[in-house]
């Protein structure tokens, strides 16, 4: 049920959703590895939760995730996942700032190669206030555009995934929002 729920989101806007099918288990587990010990991680796009779930896994504690998502019956969705270290917000990355003081980390499964260049460069912008930013793309196209808002750049190919996967894992040089 929940695939056939995915798909038909998709379905009414492939924009917004950006992919027929949800992040595979080891593409969610590549990306949620890549937060490395930190406590306060903001997850963009997060859709259904195949990626939230994973990123749970791997917080701390005393660690917190802040998920922010547009479409409404995803975020029904991830409002069940049984986790007090998660918030579950219904509102578009770019308003992030009206929630989040600091970005440590944040991991992205928004379609950034679908955006227009304006909204695009504007996440682009917030993330580069993070310390760490964890970004999946299908394509390679967007490499030079992320490069320049990260000191560093690594990326991670994931083929178990359809369509297979780049993980961005990008650092900025110790810039964070106050």
């Given at each position: 049920m929940k695939s056939q729920s995915f798909i038909n989101e998709f379905l009414k806007s492939p924009v917004k959703v950006g992919s027929v099918i949800q992040?595979?288990?080891i593409l969610a587990r590549t990306m949620a590895h890549q937060i490395n010990g930190s406590l306060d991680v903001?997850?963009?796009g997060a859709g259904m939760g195949s990626v939230t779930e994973h990123i749970l896994r791997r917080l701390p504690p005393n660690g917190r995730l802040i998920c922010f998502e547009i479409n409404s019956k995803f975020c029904e969705h991830l409002m069940t996942i049984d986790d007090?270290?998660?918030t579950v917000i219904n509102d578009g990355a770019e308003n992030c700032h009206k929630y989040v003081g600091r970005l440590e980390c944040v991991v992205s499964g928004l379609p950034l190669a679908l955006f227009s260049k304006t909204k695009r460069q504007e996440i682009l912008?917030?993330?580069?206030?993070s310390?760490?930013?964890i970004q999946f793309?299908?394509?390679l196209v967007l490499k030079?555009?992320?490069k320049e808002h990260f000191s560093d750049v690594r990326i991670k190919f994931v083929p178990l995934n359809f369509p297979p996967a780049f993980v961005f894992v990008c650092t900025s040089s110790g810039k964070q929002t106050s």
């Open positions: 992040s595979s288990k903001v997850e963009f007090p270290r998660l912008d917030i993330s580069s206030k310390r760490r930013f793309q299908y394509s030079d555009t992320i």
